[in-house]
């Protein structure tokens, strides 16, 4: 009950702030997975851009 009073009592710029941050995390969150992907990607088709030179070279 007290976090409900405490709720209610909160202004609405703080809850439009705790909103907006949540989102800014959740997006950052999905940017850096994004990152990652793709970076796992470069990474693979490097691999595979050297295996396949080496292959010819020899």
């Known amino acids: 009950m007290a976090n409900d009073k405490r709720e209610k009592n909160e ?23 994004t990152e990652d992907a793709a970076m796992n990607a470069v990474d693979a088709t490097a691999k595979a851009v050297d295996n396949f030179t080496e292959d010819n070279n020899r």
């Not at 710029?13 to 959740?26: C, L, N, P, T, V």
Request: glycine share 8%.
């Open 11 to 33: 202004p609405v710029s703080e809850k439009i702030k705790d909103g907006a941050g949540a989102a800014f995390h959740s997006v950052h969150r999905a940017l850096e997975e």
